[in-house]
């Protein structure tokens, strides 16, 4: 109960946050452009409205789990009402699983609202019904959101916001790439670079296991033991990472 408290604290915190809300706009006004793309395309529109929805869900979500995850824990700090929290009986590890809950409740609720945006122009445009394929889509991007979030998190317990972020969106960016960095990493004769470049292909996550745009978009075969794989990898590296966030946090000293 004590983690839901502190989980339902951090929701009424982050829905005040004024970020939040110009994010979500600019998601939406996104995907209501990709109509008006998608007009000026002969037969691709479905495609379009798809395409540029999903990319859209996975970039302002991104934003959302950086700006608004980095600051959880230093806010506290900054305004020193950790020390209130700390003081009274609730374990630390379940003060970081709550912060980690709460913001993951204002995403799934911003993704559900521009899931609901995308099914609504689809059900407008697509002429042959809904492709319900494309909510396996989204069902990976909120599971990449959710890795990108307990990242931002894990960071935030020991570092600045700016450097909170800065590390976050490297390590979405080198998750995104990961593959193709091993694959020019192959072809340098440096050791030491393919050692240090698979290394960090295996520590960070692959990202890329949770874009199925192209897969929906251009209605290839998604295989259920694909998705169900990628649930389950996304679900361990984010227990793996709140657990780590938990341990720098107990460990931490705020005196």
Same mark, same amino acid.
């Given at each position: ?12 915190? *982050?829905?005040?946050?004024?970020? @939040?809300?110009? !994010? %979500?706009?600019? #998601? ?6 990709? +109509?008006? $793309? ?74 559900? *609202?521009?899931?609901?945006?995308? @099914?609504?122009? !689809? %059900?407008?445009? #697509? ?6 394929? +494309?909510? $396996? ?97 996304? $679900? ?20």
């Amino acid at each position: 109960m004590k983690t839901f408290a502190v989980a339902a604290n951090t929701f009424r915190e *982050a829905i005040r946050d004024k970020v @939040l809300y110009n !994010l %979500a706009f600019f #998601a939406l006004l996104v995907m209501a452009v990709s +109509v008006v $793309l998608g007009k000026m395309t002969l037969g691709e529109r479905l495609k379009i409205i798809q395409d540029v929805s999903l990319a859209a869900m996975s970039v302002f979500g991104l934003l959302i789990a950086v700006f608004v995850g980095i600051g959880l824990v230093h806010k506290e700090i900054a305004r020193r009402t950790v020390y209130t929290l700390l003081a009274k009986p609730i374990a630390r590890w379940r003060f970081v699983v709550g912060k980690y809950l709460g913001l993951m409740l204002v995403i799934a609720i911003n993704v559900a *609202a521009m899931t609901a945006a995308l @099914l609504a122009l !689809l %059900a407008v445009y #697509a002429d042959t019904g809904v492709p319900w394929r +494309v909510l $396996l889509a989204v069902l990976l991007i909120l599971v990449e959101l959710m890795i990108v979030t307990a990242v931002a998190v894990l960071f935030s317990t020991f570092s600045t916001p700016t450097l909170s972020a800065m590390l976050t969106l490297g390590v979405w960016l080198i998750g995104r790439f990961s593959s193709d960095l091993v694959v020019l990493a192959a072809k340098s004769e440096n050791p030491v670079l393919r050692a240090v470049v698979a290394g960090t292909h295996y520590l960070l996550p692959n990202l890329e296991k949770f874009d199925l745009k192209h897969e929906v978009v251009y209605g290839m075969p998604i295989p259920p033991s694909y998705v169900a794989g990628a649930l389950a990898y996304g $679900l361990l590296y984010i227990v793996l990472v709140v657990g780590l966030a938990a341990v720098i946090f107990e460990r931490r000293d705020f005196k």
